[in-house]
């Protein structure tokens, strides 16, 4: 499926190396004033300009948004808001040994024995490319959110097996350097979320957001309150922490989450010609914060 969402339904559509990439967002009320210096903002971060380590291309491409329809003079009509972004640094020749072979840890295979056929342009659908179009419509949705008071902050809290923050960069370049690749974690908190959010018994809270979370590429795992660590702990002494929902359902307090971004399998080091990230989990924060938005802007309306 290429649509998330029902009250605001987000569609994305393109590929790595096509012509472009893009969405409709439908839902979206009328009267709202874009800012689009915001989804600039975000677009940048997401693109990781001035990071260590970061893919060749995401550094290059301009990421400039052309608003299709349901926007006039930067205001919503109520219609549904197309857009899309043109590829403008897509090298589809860096792939051309890729037509008959498969890499290791891409869905380049998985893809071909479903459908018969795929795009080996730098895995086409499957390409964290697509996630730009994701942040445009995160940032629309976080607008309106922030309106409702509620504010959504994600950020990177571990790299490897480092957890200072400012140690990062280092880390991240040493992978660089050796042609190699390392995962990372990303943390989300979520403010002024209304209580009572989330629906017993299969639309809980954490299972929307797992479900969205988890859609994002290379993640490969999503944990709130106690998480994985809280199997060590005796429950007298965690019975507390609820990450901020309690049977499903969002209790007042902060919602915290984390989720896991893998290794970039395709590196020098593993004999991969293209451009990509030495971690691409410090590209990720924008991402988790756009799709916080959209799985809340669906269940709070």
Same mark, same amino acid.
């Given at each position: ?22 969405g409709v967002l439908d839902g979206v009320p009328a009267g709202m004033a874009i800012d689009f210096a915001l989804i600039r903002k975000e677009l940048d971060r997401r693109a990781g300009r001035g990071a260590s380590g970061v893919s060749q291309r995401a550094a290059r491409e301009p990421d400039e948004v052309e608003w299709l329809s349901g ?122 979320? @209304? ?38 702990? @005796? ?32 590196? @020098? ?33």
């Open positions: 499926m290429n649509t998330f969402g029902d009250k605001w339904s987000f569609t994305s559509f393109g590929e790595s190396h096509g012509a472009a990439i893009g926007v006039l003079d930067g205001v919503t009509l109520g219609t549904p808001i197309a857009f899309i972004i043109r590829n403008k640094d897509a090298r589809p020749e860096d792939y051309e040994a890729l037509k008959h072979t498969y890499r290791v840890g891409h869905a380049d295979k998985a893809y071909e024995l479903k459908y018969g056929i795929r795009d080996w342009r730098g895995g086409g659908r499957a390409s964290a490319r697509e996630t730009a179009a994701r942040v445009v419509a995160g940032c629309i949705a976080r607008q309106d959110l922030a309106a409702q008071g509620v504010t959504i902050h994600a950020r990177l809290v571990q790299v490897g097996a480092e957890t200072n923050p400012e140690k990062f960069p280092e880390v991240i370049e040493s992978y660089r350097r050796e042609g190699d690749s390392i995962g990372g974690i990303v943390e989300c908190r979520i403010d002024g979320l @209304p209580v009572g959010t989330g629906e017993p018994i299969f639309n809980k809270l954490q299972a929307e957001l797992a479900f969205s979370i988890m859609s994002i590429n290379a993640c490969k795992g999503f944990e709130y309150g106690t998480g994985f660590g809280g199997v060590t702990q @005796p429950g007298s002494a965690i019975n507390a922490i609820s990450g901020g929902i309690s049977g499903g359902i969002s209790d007042g307090t902060e919602v915290v989450f984390q989720c896991v971004f893998k290794p970039t399998p395709s590196t @020098p080091k593993a004999g991969v010609k293209g451009r990509h990230d030495a971690c691409v989990a410090t590209r990720a924060v924008p991402v988790v914060e756009a799709m916080t938005a959209l799985t809340l802007v669906n269940l709070i309306g």
